[in-house]
């Protein structure tokens, strides 16, 4: 058991997690009762994070600037969580699933990466820029879920890895109008002027 249960209460967060991933809406059920119950807080406190960051980049009134700066703390934060700095009961059950789970912060911190891309870059010249994109805002949450489940196949990453774009770009078509509104245009620009 981690030194920090003691001191936050995680049990709090993971519950405040859960509740989160079952009141937003997504394109499906994130914390599904098909998932086995020991790992429906996991994948909520990782869900709380990317909705967190999501937010961050899309909604409410600050200005680009702004944004990066939160999301570049957020990057700081989870360098932090890593070394066992912690603030607060989100970060201390966030710790414990990074460590019981043995995630890659890799694919957090690739996340963000795709969460700023979001703010800085509104038109894709091509499909591969499309694709390199979902390699940092689909592909890791795939992986993250290999881990979860303690999956570490090259075969099964490169399954997932496809998957996942294809849901990306699956995404990008359901949300033309969402995106075109929030200024952005997933679909290849070269594609478009044909």
Known sequence: ?????Q????DSAYKISLDLAKSHYENFPVVSFLIP???RKHIAIIYWFARTADDIADEGNINNEERLKKLDELSDRIISISKDKILNEFDAAF?????????????????LIAFKQDVTKKRYENFDEVLNYCKNSANP?????????????????????????????TNFIQ???IDYKKGRIYLPQDEMKK
């Open 1 to 5: 058991m981690l030194k920090e249960k």
């Open 7 to 10: 001191k936050f209460n995680i």
């Open 37 to 39: 119950k020991e790992q």
């Open 95 to 111: 710790l414990n699933t990074i460590r019981t789970k043995n995630l890659s912060p890799e694919n957090l911190i690739n996340l």
């Open 141 to 169: 949450v795939g992986r993250l879920i290999l881990e979860l489940n303690n999956i570490n196949d090259e075969k099964a990453k490169v399954f997932s890895d496809n998957i996942c774009t294809a849901l990306q770009l």
């Open 175 to 177: 949300d033309i109008e």
